[in-house]
């Protein structure tokens, strides 16, 4: 095994990468006039930096590097989703990837339902995390978005779509 200093950027993110993650879309509804001009109201983006933090409250996060949109996504919204996604939705991952500005089609393509507080929920999902945001604390160059469940959202599979090494996979059991 090679060490290398905790400062050599380069060896985190390869170490990083060997790390298998369940792929979600974090959705979100910014507040009323709230995101600037063209800004869509409801909007979502692709992430692996999601953690479930407590049971007992049911608390989820989600970290988001500060500069993305995504960030101001979620600087604009009181409520969030986390829609884990199934197997068979690599395309919904590599569409909420791209820049809101750069979606033209993406609510067509991949509908959604909204939970009770406006928040979208991708249909097909392996299940879905409604929450309201408790807090936003900055971590380094991300900011790290602590919620409070207010619903559970249970879909039809429990196979998730799962990222590594900079690709898609899918997990299947141990024989």
Do not use: K
């Amino acid at each position: 095994m090679q060490s290398f200093p905790p400062g050599d950027a380069e060896a985190f993110r390869r170490l990083a990468r060997t790390w298998a993650a369940t792929v979600t879309v974090v959705t979100a509804r910014r507040r009323q006039g709230a995101g600037g001009p063209g800004a869509p109201r409801t909007d979502g983006f692709t992430a692996t930096a999601f953690v479930m933090l407590s049971i007992d409250p049911p608390l989820i996060a989600v970290a988001v590097e500060r500069g993305a949109g995504s960030a101001a996504l979620l600087a604009d919204a009181d409520c969030f989703a986390v829609n884990f996604l199934s197997e068979a939705q690599a395309e919904h991952s590599l569409a909420f990837a791209r820049h809101w500005e750069h979606r033209t089609d993406t609510w067509e393509r991949f509908p959604a339902e909204e939970d009770a507080a406006g928040v979208p929920l991708l249909q097909g999902t392996a299940g879905a995390f409604s929450a309201r945001v408790r807090d936003r604390i900055d971590v380094g160059d991300h900011i790290l978005v602590i919620g409070e469940v207010t619903a559970i959202h249970q879909g039809d599979t429990h196979r998730t779509l799962v990222y590594q090494h900079r690709g898609h996979a899918r997990v299947g059991p141990l024989d």
